[in-house]
């Protein structure tokens, strides 16, 4: 039974690109969270799907978009990115309904150059 | 103000020690969840260990067990016998909200390191 899966593992980009980060949901789970995590700091909410919709978002800017595929996947865009993107980002599944929290994945390490 | 709060930095313990990881939150919400998570430098977050608001009794597994006092907001972690590779980041969150509307909220983590 596949965890959650997150590509690329590693990835570097230079400030006021565009990048997308790609998620894999926990077989069985149909909700996506986001988090982005700096050097140092605990995850931070940036937003979850759920029935292909942003259902909830934290304080982060409009540069940050996302997607839900009917296959319960799951990618992250940043546009025109700044340095201080540069941060560790996990995605979580979870199933709907279930208050048990999160399975994650490995993440994805962006650095903006 | 801090949902989650966790005021260790770092901490040290002697392997096969028992050591306690402070947490505490705020939240208005009647029904939630608390969770600890250990994240090893490779950065996956692994799930240790969760109580929900409501539970009567403090929750275990295995080495791991969560000291939920309600009244006092506080969810600490203990981890009895350390080993080695308990070192790791460890952080402290908090689900609220209900069904498809939850949103876990994390602490700044405690770096612990079992000491040979």
């Known amino acids: 039974d596949a965890g959650v899966t997150q590509s690329p593992t590693h990835l570097i980009k230079t400030r006021g690109q565009q990048v997308t980060l790609r998620c894999s949901p926990k077989s069985g789970h149909d909700t996506v969270s986001w988090y982005q995590q700096a050097l140092g700091q605990g995850p931070q909410f940036i937003f979850q799907?759920?029935?292909?919709?942003?259902?909830q978002r934290g304080n982060f800017p409009d540069r940050f978009s996302g997607h839900q595929f009917p296959n319960y996947s799951s990618e992250l865009n940043v546009n025109a990115l700044l340095l201080g993107d540069s941060a560790l980002y996990l995605c979580?599944?979870?199933?709907?309904?279930?208050?048990?929290?999160?399975?994650f994945g490995s993440g994805t390490r962006l650095t903006v150059v | 103000a801090q949902k989650i709060t966790q005021t260790q930095p770092g901490m040290f313990v002697q392997e096969k020690e028992a050591v306690t990881l402070d947490c505490t939150y705020d939240t208005s919400d009647p029904s939630y969840g608390l969770f600890w998570y250990k994240q090893p430098s490779s950065g996956e977050m692994i799930f240790l260990i969760y109580?929900?608001?409501?539970?009567?009794q403090n929750a275990t597994e295995g080495r791991y067990s969560l000291n939920f006092q309600k009244a006092r907001k506080s969810a600490n972690l203990v981890i009895s016998a350390s080993q080695l590779g308990d070192s790791a980041m460890y952080f402290c969150a908090m689900r609220e909200g209900y069904g498809g509307y939850q949103k876990v909220t994390f602490g700044t983590g405690t770096k612990l390191q079992v000491i040979p």
């Open positions: 109580q929900g608001s409501y539970d009567q």
């Open positions: 979580a599944s979870s199933l709907n309904e279930v208050n048990y929290g999160y399975t």
């Open positions: 799907y759920y029935e292909e919709e942003e259902r």
